[in-house]
Nanobody
Framework: QVQLVESGGGLVQPGGSLRLSCAVSERTFRFDTMGWFRQAPGKEREFVST????????YYSESVKGRFTISKDNAKNTVYLQMNSLKPEDKAVYYC????????????????????WGQGTQVTVSS
């Protein structure tokens, strides 16, 4: 059973930074796509960012582009999400997800295409 465990969430002031980590129980190169989604209170879960393919193409939602950076360390089987210039609207539970199938560009934002999910980590942005 594949396990994804997120960490690094917490409370941060607007303009601050956090780095989320997602530790994977299997070798990360097994998964063609690894990404992050988030769910704010009262809203549906939405796409944030993903790494796709062996070439590690990156994708970001418009709301986080330029502020968040996704990366992966295959030696540590860990995926990261560096979040800078955080805003109150970034407050959400952040979920790590992994997909084994090769996805096209239009599918990477579709959460139904991902096979495995973590339990989530809370990020709160408030002064």
């Amino acid at each position: 059973q594949v396990q994804l465990v997120e960490s690094g969430g917490g409370l941060v002031q607007p303009g601050g930074s956090l780095r989320l980590s997602c530790a994977v129980s299997e070798r990360t190169f097994r998964f063609d796509t690894m990404g992050w989604f988030r769910q704010a209170p009262g809203k549906e879960r939405e796409f944030v960012s993903t790494l796709r393919g062996r070439g590690d193409s990156t994708y970001y939602s418009e709301s986080v582009k330029g502020r968040f950076t996704i990366s992966k360390d295959n030696a540590k089987n860990t995926v990261y999400l560096q979040m800078n210039s955080l805003k109150p609207e970034d407050k959400a539970v952040y979920y790590c997800a992994a997909g084994v199938n090769r996805l096209n560009t239009s599918s990477v934002r579709n959460q139904r295409m991902y096979n495995y999910w973590g339990q989530g980590t809370q990020v709160t942005v408030s002064s």
